[in-house]
């Protein structure tokens, strides 16, 4: 019989050098994963389920995770949303079995109890028995058999989450660094264009390091260096919250002549002149907002990523599914007053990100090529001392600063000191 891991029991050793190292363990102990649904997923923390794009109209739902608990997300009649447990009051079944649809009741498929869009319970089949016999006792109360409510805020169309009955509001947990950037991507109503999913062998934490890592964005993607989309020459930085919790990875234009110089000195094999693009027009972006940067990457914690990158926009999600493997899901934008050219554009440019993305192919690689490597070694630690060993916003793009401040607002929230 298998002994399963106890949720409040972990053994780990930070290394006395603090966030500049990351223990193995942290991305493979099942103590650890099943700790931080409790401390970290439903602490106090909000954690983003879905945008109010995908929720227009009365009826709408959308289903996901918080963490590995599943959710629902609802529309009501007047307008309201509301978030709740997927999961049947009764004997625990799920009760949203589609990704999205729209219905007047959620009824579960195994002895149809049926919810309203509040996650009120409004039907029990049987429940005074048939001719006098079985049924529930007189004291059965409905309201006592609701699914488990979620607290739910939003910010700019984001919807977001959260299990704690008692957190800050949204908008001061995306906090005052964080907002002006969300303003601007979500500064006109947006749609979804379509969707991306792909499933990654790897602990989600390593996706985390991954979006707030700039070292590696022009050395492991070949085609973004090559073909001028993102270059760590470029100007550009890192901008943290005061938690170091959130993050906003931004890189802006530079002559041509500057860039080609800052990696034909460093002789990398990602700046090679000689090859160009067949049909170049996968490139070809049009300016839209009054500004000089090319990529920003909005990193909100825990698991929500918000992506400028020329003209794509998209929010990405990534949900853990056992300490190593993931999801990744890329939901694509477009505005909904966007003309037919620009939503062209933004179709085009979807293939830069995305499973097989020109640019984001290599990620999920990268991850599973780490998680492969280190299951054997839980006293191993990686080493983060790119840009230093502070965890402060940087004006350059060749730091692991943000990865830092990741580590710093997780180990408060695990407890692991
Ligand atoms: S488990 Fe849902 S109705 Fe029985
Ligand atoms: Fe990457």
Redesign the pocket.
Known sequence: MQTLPQENHVELIWPAEGVTRVPYQVFFDPAIYQLEQKKLFRGRIWNYAALEAELPEPGDFKTTFVGDTPIVVTRDQEGGLHGFVNRCAHRGALVCRELRGNRATHVCVYHQWSYDLKGNLIGVPFRKGIDGKGGYATDFTPSQHSLHKLNVDTYRGLIFVSFAEEVEPLAEYIGPTMRPWLDKVFQRPVQVLGYARQLINGNWKLYAE??R?PY??SL??LFSATFGLARSSQGGGTLMDEFGRHDILHAHKRTEAQETAAYTNESLRSYQAKYTLADPSLLKARQEFPDDITTSIHTIFPCLVVQRISNTLAARQFLPKGPDKFELIFTFLSYQDDDVEMRDIRRKQANLVGPAGF??L??GH?IELVQQAIVRDREGCSFLEMGGRAVASQDNLVTETAIRGFWQYYRKLMGFN
């Open positions: 991954n979006v890592d590696h964005g492991l993607h640019i984001s290599e990620d990268a």
